[in-house]
T-cell receptor, first 110, second 114 residues
């Protein structure tokens, strides 16, 4: 069964304290792995797509990496405005469906 | 700026009412989706549509139906609302062309069924 597990469920960081969020997945043929950011009361906003093991994408303080079994979202020197829930999703080959993890709630303290 | 617009941010309905949630996208996307989001359960797919008048059941279609009469509009219908359908409902769309099939989400509708 296709599945996505994110850890930790919640993370509190001091401003400037770098860390990583994990997304483990099992899927029958990966079409793409997606990271989204969701602010309270809003819909998820797209961050990155990764397609194959070894691929990396960067945007400001965020860097996403992919292996055959998991993806990491690295946050370097976070700021309070990075506080949000980060969602991971996978799309299996030959399907329109996306399978989402339950997210990591990140809180960055000033 | 590309947009997915959901008709209501908050809705309060009574048990047994028929509820319509509307979603419109302005990106000419082929694919449209309805998810519900509950704490600890993440986003779960209710229905999706890959073309006008085409629809497929997602993981939790029971108690819901959908309508897609025009490419830009995808409606979710709760035939007879129940309290266990209290949730955040998210509409999304994506393009079938190209390799980057990212989802664009609306702002969500928080539905409370009393």
């Amino acid at each position: 069964e296709d599945q996505v597990t994110q850890s930790p469920e919640a993370l509190r960081l001091q401003e400037g304290e770098s860390s990583s969020l994990n997304c483990s997945y099992t899927v029958s043929g990966l079409r793409g792995l997606f990271w989204y950011r969701q602010d309270p009361g809003k819909g998820p906003e797209f961050l990155f797509t990764l397609y194959s093991a070894g691929e990396e994408k960067e945007k400001e303080r965020l860097k996403a990496t992919l292996t055959k079994k998991e993806s990491f979202l690295h946050i370097t020197a976070p700021k309070p405005e990075d506080s949000a829930t980060y969602l991971c999703a996978v799309q299996a080959a030959g399907t329109y469906k996306y399978i989402f993890g339950t997210g990591t709630r990140l809180k960055v303290l000033a | 700026d590309v947009k997915v617009t959901q008709s209501s941010r908050y809705l309060v309905k009574r048990t047994g009412e028929k509820v319509f949630l509307e979603c419109v996208q302005d990106m000419d996307h082929e694919n449209m989706f309805w998810y519900r989001q509950d704490p600890g359960l993440g986003l779960r797919l209710i229905y999706f549509s890959y073309d006008v008048k085409m629809k497929e059941k997602g993981d939790i279609p029971e108690g819901y139906s959908v309508s897609r009469e025009k490419k830009e509009r995808f409606s979710l219908i709760l035939e007879s609302a129940s309290t266990n359908q209290t949730s955040m409902y998210l509409c999304a769309s994506s393009s079938r062309t190209g390799s980057n099939e990212k989802l664009f989400f609306g702002s969500g509708t928080q539905l409370s069924v009393l």
